[in-house]
């Protein structure tokens, strides 16, 4: 008996990693962790930000896994231009921003079953109906502009971007292209900050 639970329990598991779910449990948890962080220790993530190449990685690690938490970090990027390296900035800003961003894209994979069967459900009682072609059409579309449209959205000043994040995961965007779509576009804006706070506080 116990061993046919046990049997049980690692099927069950085993299914939840296949399906993402474990990876979406984790996310959220982790997301919620994040947002606590920056809700109560809103000093604590300003002395890192100040501590350097490693401090932006940080502090921007956690501001952006805070999903659906708008946190300025622009200005951190923008002001340490003027005492440190613009390249490096962008690359450890960027790369720690993206990381956290990730969060929010394993949410959506975690989700995607869920949004699947809600999306068939409402398709049966007539609403939002697609007929097939749309969908291959849709479908197409996502394929051949999904990292495109990462990479400018994530460039863009945009506190709508863990929307982005839920979305690709959903629609089952591979993690590769989504993290480094993110990475180029966040390291390139605050790259870019770098140089303007160099240029203008210098």
Same mark, same amino acid.
């Given at each position: 008996m116990t061993r046919q639970k046990s049997s049980k329990t690692s099927k069950m598991v085993e299914k939840w990693k296949q399906d993402g779910i474990l990876s979406g449990i984790a996310a959220l948890t982790f997301s919620l962790l994040a947002i606590w962080l920056v809700l109560t220790q809103k000093n604590l993530l300003l002395k890192y930000s100040t501590l350097g190449y490693f401090g932006l990685l940080v502090s921007n690690f956690l501001t952006s896994a805070a999903v659906f938490l708008p946190v300025p970090t622009l200005a951190a990027s923008f002001l340490s231009g003027n005492v440190l390296n613009p390249i490096l900035i962008g690359l450890f800003a960027g790369t720690g921003s993206a990381m956290g961003d990730f969060v929010a894209y394993l949410l959506g994979f975690g989700a995607r079953k869920i949004v699947v069967g809600v999306w068939q459900k409402?398709?049966? !009682?007539?609403?939002?109906?697609? &007929?097939?072609?749309?969908?291959? *059409?849709?479908?197409?579309?996502?394929? !051949? *502009?999904?990292f495109l449209t990462v990479f400018i959205l994530a460039f863009l000043p *945009?506190?709508?971007? &863990?929307?982005?994040?839920?979305?690709?995961g959903v629609f089952n965007m591979k993690p590769r292209d989504f993290l480094l779509a993110t990475t180029l576009g966040r390291v390139l804006r605050n790259t870019i900050l770098a140089f303007s706070g160099q240029k203008i506080l210098s």
């Open positions: 409402e398709q049966k !009682q007539g609403r939002f109906k697609i &007929d097939a072609g749309q969908k291959k *059409n849709l479908k197409f579309w996502f394929k !051949q *502009n999904a *945009n506190p709508f971007f &863990d929307g982005v994040g839920l979305l690709a």
